[in-house]
């Protein structure tokens, strides 16, 4: 009932920048919180940076300053701007929406979507 597609990947050399986006499709009712999770191989999968519906953020500490999450309500999208990045930033970057559908207006559920790879080389 709901998608979610990243785009915005890709290969940057440290100290660079790349910009993800995730649109969100589907029968959407209404979305409240948006976020950004990444999982480098190995690890577990870890918060990188959420925002709710009015705008409000929070980021893991390893990204604050470097990283900015923004949202386009209209177009029930979500982006992730990073700057500054460091190798360690290397992994497959996850958008994560809490969505209710028309069918089920009062209970929303979290959606994924299928991963963008960041790699940055040293």
């Known amino acids: 009932q709901v998608q979610l597609v990243e785009s915005g990947g890709g290969l940057v050399q440290a100290g660079g920048s790349l910009r993800l986006s995730c649109a969100a499709s589907?029968?959407?009712?209404?979305?409240?919180?948006m976020g950004w999770y990444r999982q480098a191989p190995g690890k577990q999968r870890e918060l990188v940076a959420t925002i709710t519906r009015g705008g409000s953020t929070n980021y893991a500490d390893s990204v604050k300053g470097r990283f900015t999450i923004s949202r386009d309500n209209a177009k029930n999208t979500v982006y992730l701007q990073m700057n500054s990045l460091k190798p360690e930033d290397t992994a497959v970057y996850y958008c994560n929406a809490n969505v209710a559908v028309y069918t089920t207006p009062l209970t929303p559920r979290n959606y994924w979507g299928q991963g963008t790879q960041v790699t940055v080389s040293s």
């Open positions: 589907g029968s959407i009712f209404s979305i409240t919180a």
